[in-house]
């Protein structure tokens, strides 16, 4: 299979979504991991049900969310400085070391960004990494569905110009791929950690341990 298109989520894929955890230390000490952790799963979650009821906000605000909830079951001390600190932090998320090198492996692909972030936060997260002229940028913001969402996948597919089989989506998030893969895209699942892949009745194209294996 020649595909036309390589498409990325963002969040876990390319960028450490736990990178953010020394910052969190720095103001809460021994509470790094903890909060860390709490911030991801309830930020997935919120977003996932904003979707099923229809109600959708954007990723920046339900971020926010997610971390004050996290903030407060780990039953720290709350500062709106310290919020709006560690929600910059996403802005400056460490990416993945062989994202870098992925334009200098692949000079001939068209690499592109997928995610249900928005563009006030993916934008100055490529500023910061200096990858904006690696990836061309896609957000679910801008038709305000998020992944897994069928509709989400169908606008991306759109906005490249491509048949779903001309396209390879690659992901750490099971339900990404889940959603993709149900679309109709070809898919490549990240497991960075060598994890099982779960029993959800649909299985990913590839499965891969790390962005130097991308599939030709």
Known sequence: MSYKAYVFDAYGTLFDVHSVMERIHEHYPDKGSTISQQ????QIHYFLVR??????????????WALLDA?????VEIK?????DLMNQYEKLQPYTEVRHLSEQHPDKKFTIFSNGTRSMLEPLLEHNQLEEIFDLLSADDAQVYKPHPDAYQFAQKELEYDKDEILFFSSNPWDITGAASYGFHTAWVNRKEQKWPELGVEPTYIIQNLNEIPE
């Open 51 to 64: 979707q099923l009821i229809n109600g959708y906000k954007p990723f920046s605000e339900i971020t926010r």
């Open 80 to 84: 709106p400085e310290i919020v709006d």
């Open 39 to 42: 911030w991801r799963d309830r």
């Open 71 to 75: 903030l407060s079951i780990s039953e």
